[in-house]
Nanobody, 123 residues
Framework: QAQLVESGGGSVQAGGSLRLSCTAS????????MAWFRRAPGKEREGVAS???????RYADSVKGRFTISASYTQNTLYLQMNSLKPEDTAMYYC?????????????????WGQGTQVTVSS
């Protein structure tokens, strides 16, 4: 059964950095759109960043210049480097995969999801 497993979350102070990882099993991520989403308490799920071989990279305006999405296709792993973290980045972060996602940041496009990893940024 296809699986996505996130890791790397934690608690940091504002201005700090974290690197999230998402390892896929039972399918190869290279042909897929891969993305990071987040959901903060009381808020809707938000697309953060995506990577797709045909369309490249997309970022939410709120993270542009601070977050970088990347992938290792040999390791079958997706990454999210998060720098200059702010308290408003606090959320549960999820990775997701879509076979024909075209790098969308809309969650309805994605049909494979991880369980999430918590990121907490204190001021």
């Amino acid at each position: 059964q296809a699986q996505l497993v996130e890791s790397g979350g934690g608690s940091v102070q504002a201005g700090g950095s974290l690197r999230l990882s998402c390892t896929a099993s039972e399918f190869a991520i290279e042909p897929y759109s891969m993305a990071w989403f987040r959901r903060a308490p009381g808020k809707e799920r938000e697309g953060v960043a995506s990577i797709d071989q045909s369309v490249g990279y997309r970022y939410a305006d709120s993270v542009k210049g601070r977050f970088t999405i990347s992938a290792s296709y040999t390791q079958n792993t997706l990454y999210l480097q998060m720098n200059s973290l702010k308290p408003e980045d606090t959320a549960m972060y999820y990775c997701a995969a879509a076979r024909y996602g075209r790098g969308s940041l809309n969650s309805y496009v994605y049909n494979k999801w991880g369980q999430g990893t918590q990121v907490t940024v204190s001021s």
